[in-house]
């Protein structure tokens, strides 16, 4: 799968973390990112009065977003979509399509400062849902360092950095290996500093019983990962790393992050245990609510 990243839709509920977001956004001129489309979608309740719903606050923040992103040398639409009861994944995965975007930005979190909240309820239904590629920023809350006890949001990391180090989660399944496609071609085009690979041998696998038969399984893992690694150019090949581990694939990729100073996950939304009904599988729901780091999710292919 080769993917372009130059026309990005960015969700944005106009709250706090839409803040961040668009302070991010310049950094992603670092992906090929020339253009983004400013989404914010309005629900307006039914109350059977005949009064007209103000929307002038919000086009006027979008106008305001668009200035400050223009002087950053993008070149920016905005797109307020407003009506009773609009639901806000859908008007969003409907404005990518008619936008017609390369893929799609969205915080882990809106509104809610609530702590036990790891991702948003529009966030998880984007992820679920979504034909085009999902680049996911991790935003988390913090106490005020003045001392104020209040609750403020801020990027667990920068965009800026997101390039530095890569890590690709692949289970060697058609949407795992469209991710990777994905990889290849940012490396290729020299935004990539370094690539890792990391493969988990899931603790269900009877030949973990064997270790004759792990011994096998690992090295067939090895060979292919191998193969992925020599593909790669000049820049990055000898430097990439492989990581082969056993156990719970989502905790395992977390894991990985984690140990490794990753600065980007990249997988697919679907793994082997591919359901045509369900956009996203559990593992990548595991990696989405869990990782510190922003995660770029590629779909399935589908009809």
């Known amino acids: 799968m080769k993917s ?21 956004l310049p950094q992603f001129k670092k ?46 639409e905005t ?16 404005s990518a399509k008619e936008k017609d975007a390369d893929f799609v930005i969205i915080g882990s979190r809106g509104q809610s ?18 034909r085009l590629p999902v680049f996911l920023l991790n935003i988390d809350i913090k106490l005020d360092s003045e001392g104020s006890g209040e609750r403020v949001l801020t990027l667990t990391n920068s965009v800026d950095n997101a390039l530095n180090h890569v890590m690709h989660a692949t289970d060697f399944s058609e949407t795992a290996d469209r991710a990777f496609e994905v990889i290849r071609h940012l ?12 493969h988990v041998q ?3 696998a009877i030949a973990l019983k064997d270790p004759l038969s792990r011994e096998e399984l690992t090295e067939g893992s090895q060979k292919r990962l191998d193969e992925m690694r020599n593909s790669l150019s000049d820049k990055t090949r000898n430097d990439a790393e492989i990581i082969i581990t056993f156990g ?11 140990e490794n ?34 995660v770029l999710l590629i779909p399935a292919k589908r009809d």
């Open 4 to 24: 372009t990243f130059v026309h990005a839709l960015v969700a944005l509920d106009q709250s706090d973390s839409s803040e961040l977001i668009v302070d991010s």
């Open 31 to 76: 992906f090929g990112t020339k253009k983004v489309t400013l989404v914010t979608v309005v629900s307006v309740p039914f109350t059977g009065e005949k009064e007209e719903f103000k929307t002038e606050k919000y086009s006027k923040k979008l106008a305001e977003y668009k200035s400050r992103l223009e002087k950053e040398g993008l070149i920016v």
């Open 79 to 94: 797109d307020l979509r407003s009506g009773t009861y609009f639901y806000a994944p859908t008007e969003i995965l409907t």
């Open 113 to 130: 400062k609530v702590q036990e909240m790891l991702l948003g309820s529009t966030a998880t239904e984007v992820l679920q849902r979504s």
């Open 187 to 198: 490396d290729q085009e020299g935004k990539i500093g370094k690539i890792s690979f990391v």
């Open 202 to 204: 899931g603790h269900h």
């Open 248 to 258: 719970t694939p989502g905790k395992e990729i977390i894991q990985a992050i984690e």
């Open 261 to 294: 100073d990753v600065s980007l996950i990249v997988m697919g939304s679907q793994g082997k245990g591919f359901v045509h009904e369900f956009f996203l599988g559990g593992v990548s729901t595991k990696v989405t609510r869990f990782s510190k780091v922003p």
